[in-house]
């Protein structure tokens, strides 16, 4: 009990306050661990012949949880209360919370209320308490238990699977192939698993849940799409899933375990056969080594020169870096082989190996230390003898190396301290010889401990009598010559030098007052050339007079700028003078400025030039601006009269076209009066085109002196020619209707007072509403359908307006036609007689041929009388005449 309380106390209290802490964070886990706590335990009840259904209300009573505590536990609880009360209930879970304290599980907030109320979270938490403690906490592998157990349980077995890599109980098991793995390693007869694909996690899933469920008596406790369709699986879930595989293949593990037990100790006594064998070998080969290369050390025969004692040398470093390395690492490969063996022995209760004769370890470091002393012998007299004849090679040497730094320096030198570059330099490259020249001294100065180094050298190779000491007092002498002669040469360069630095300052100074007066004044000369050439473009009088004011003031500035050309002129003057009395030999042009005098002239003489070209063509501007504003004149003062005369007449047109003074045929006679006194206005049309066309060849776009442009009038000269048209055919179709409808005079003027009066916009059109509007103030009483019929009339295109002719066509109609029909049904009485029909051959005897044959057609479709067939009684004769809208 002590045990359960220390450490079971810590593994069930950390899951605990896991389960809070995930059930917030992923309220959809809840629905996998209903699935699989459900499915775990009806897989104990069904035991007992029963099962739940729904895990947070079957066990509130308390008797299938105490059912399920017997089932997995195999011992009996107390015995249940039956009642159905709270009381009952909350006892009953009491006795089944006590029991499972029993086995040594702190409860941790869980109570018999909760479990009693159907509180989800603390119900799920109970069963996974009851699964941790009977399925899982027994669970061990390789001293490893419970959780970790089954982990590295489920790595063993899946570890040979391609795709397989079980890390955890929740995503390393969402593809299925760890289900499907586990089912394989022990039943491969189930499942083939070549064929199954890491992209297809359902199929893997159904199919390991399957398999599991009909072959292996585990219960199917989730759905594949409720783990594919989670980005993390519920771990409690998937563990409680695969303890059950855990428990189903335990068996068969077990005997997996003793095999690999023996398999373990049959390759331990091989592979330390193996290391006994690799050890005499090893050993055997290394003493051999040993023994061909201890005499090579031992060798001390000298040699005569530099380069065969560091050949020597080179081999004894190609033997330490090549070759006696791996013999190292062989030497400590047998120490860690022997000891390994031995410790593998002892630990298998194996008697000590014991190596041949002269191969113990002992013997091999003895050979070993042989070797290392031969070798230290053998470095430490290479390296006196390469002292001993190093130190007249190294004095020769150095002698040889200095003095060719020396004469490789000197080279070239005294030719470039006789040049006479300066005399043709400007004044940055004469100061940049300068600034070289005493670098050079600098440097010529540094050299002088060289020379003494030479000199040293060679008075000690003297008195050690070198044998080529003559050839070294000779270049040793031709040295110090040389030197001297640098000095005298760098002295004498110094002095010219300076000289003509001070010549060419006083030019440089004269060159940089040219360049900042002569840019300036090129700049303005250059200016004035593209704006005396500049191409202008103008539209208006004011804009040539700007242009020709700002001329007048330029050519007011010609004599200044003529003086401050004079003065630039002078300043080159006076360099020429310097050079010519100094005999200073220029290399080049002005540092400061490309601008040449000759280039200064060049530009002036041209601006000159320019200047009366512009006179001339402001002049010849002005003339054409003079002209273009008459232009502009004559054209407005025609179109400014033209336009509101247009405007006028469309004016009285539509005053005509709406007023009811006369008849119509007065009107009619009014309006074209009118389009005479029009069409005679054309002349002035035509003038004020001809004048516009002026206008285009000018090339002018504007015009201040009026409003109208020529495209207006245009529009509004044909809008007048069409409305005046347009009108006098109006005229002329009422007169039409009037004569046709015998529609008195009267009647057509007070068609018209009514239209006018409810044409509120004043357009000559009523809207559909104005139209409405009008027809009941006419005694009109009509419905939706019978307006939309009369709109239909009278807008047949469906405009949504009603124009006066329409309405008069419609009005003429409504008065007309019931008389009409009256009487033609009359005539129909009085040929039909008292037998109420008429047959063809009586319309053919008493109508005209085309009249009798038209009617006959009309009335085709109606024709039958019940008395006469191919007849017409008076019914269908209406019908056909007038349609059935008009009975």
Known sequence: MDHYDSQQTNDYMQPEEDWDRDMLLDPAWEKQQRKTFTAWCNSHLRKAGTQIDNIEEDFRDGLKLMLLLEVISGERLAKPERGKMRVHKISNVNKALDFIASKGVKLVS??????????????????????????????????????????LWCQRKTAPYKNVNIQNFHISWKDGLGFCALIHRHRPELIDYGKLRKDDPLTNLNTAFDVAEKYLDIPKMLDAEDIVGTARPDEKAIMTYVSSFYHAFSGAQKAETAANRICKVLAVNQENEQLME??????????????????????????????????????????????????????????????????????????????????????????????????????????????????????????????????SWTDGKEAMLQQKDYETATLSEIKALLKKHEAFESDLAAHQDRVEQIAAIAQELNELDYYDSPSVNARCQKICDQWDNLGALTQKRREALERTEKLLETIDQLYLEYAKRAAPFNNWMEGAMEDLQDT????????????????????????????????????????????????????????????????????????????????QALMEEHTRQQQNERLRKQFGAQANVIGPWIQTKMEEIGRISIEMHGTLEDQLNHLRQYEKSIINYKPKIDQLEGDHQQ???????????????????????????????????????????????????EQM??????????????TGMMDSEDFRACLISMGYNM????????????????????????????????????????????????????????????????????????????????SGSDAVPGALDY???????YGESDL
């Open 110 to 151: 869980i109570g018999a209320e909760e479990i009693v109320d159907g509180n989800v979270k603390m119900t799920l938490g109970m069963i996974w308490t009851i699964i941790l403690r009977f399925a899982i906490q027994d669970i061990s592998v390789e001293e490893t238990s419970a959780k970790e157990g089954l982990l």
């Open 278 to 407: 690799d050890y005499e070998k090893l050993a055997s080969d290394l003493l051999e080594w040993i023994r061909r290369t201890i005499p090579w050390l031992e060798n001390r025969a000298p040699e005569n020169t530099m380069q065969a004692m560091q050949q020597k040398l080179e081999d004894f470093r190609d033997y330490r870096r090549l070759h006696k390395p791996p013999k190292v690492q062989e030497k400590c490969q047998l120490e860690i082989n022997f000891n390994t063996l031995q410790t593998k022995l002892r630990l298998s209760n194996r008697p000590a190996f014991m190596p041949s004769e002269g191969k113990m370890v002992s013997d091999i470091n003895n050979a070993w230390g042989g070797l290392e002393q031969a070798e230290k012998g053998y470095e430490e007299w290479l390296l006196n003898e390469i002292r001993r004849l190093e130190r007249l090679d190294h004095l020769a040497e150095k002698f040889r190396q200095k003095a060719s730094i020396h004469e």
């Open 536 to 615: 202008f473009i103008v539209h208006t009088i004011e804009e040539i007079q700007g242009l020709t004011t700002a001329h007048e003031q330029f050519k007011a500035t010609l004599p200044d700028a003529d003086k401050e050309r004079q003065a630039i002129l002078g300043i080159h003057n006076e360099v020429s003078k310097i050079v010519q009395t100094y005999h200073v030999n220029m290399a080049g042009t002005n540092p400061y400025t490309t601008i040449t005098p000759q280039e200064i002239n060049g530009k002036w003489d041209h601006v000159r030039q320019l200047v009366p070209r512009r006179d």
């Open 695 to 745: 206008i285009q060849e000018a090339l002018i776009f504007d015009n201040k002196h009026t409003n109208y442009t020529m495209e207006h009038i245009r529009v509004g000269w044909e809008q007048l020619l069409t409305t005046i048209a347009r009108t006098i055919n109006e005229v002329e179709n009422q007169i039409l209707t009037r004569d046709a409808k015998g529609i008195s005079q």
């Open 749 to 762: 003027n007070e068609f018209r007072a009514s239209f006018n009066h409810f044409d509120r916009k004043k």
């Open 783 to 862: 419905g939706e359908a019978e307006f939309a019929r009369i709109m239909s009339i009278v807008d047949p295109n469906r405009l949504g307006v009603v124009t006066f002719q329409a309405f008069i066509d419609f009005m003429s109609r409504e008065t007309a036609d019931t008389d009409t029909a009256d009487q033609v049904m009359a005539s129909f009485k009085i040929l039909a007689g008292d037998k109420n029909y008429i047959t063809v051959d009586e319309l053919r005897r008493e109508l005209p041929p085309d009249q009798a044959e038209y009617c006959i057609a009309r009335m085709a479709p109606y």
């Open 875 to 881: 019914m269908s004769f209406s019908t056909a005449l």
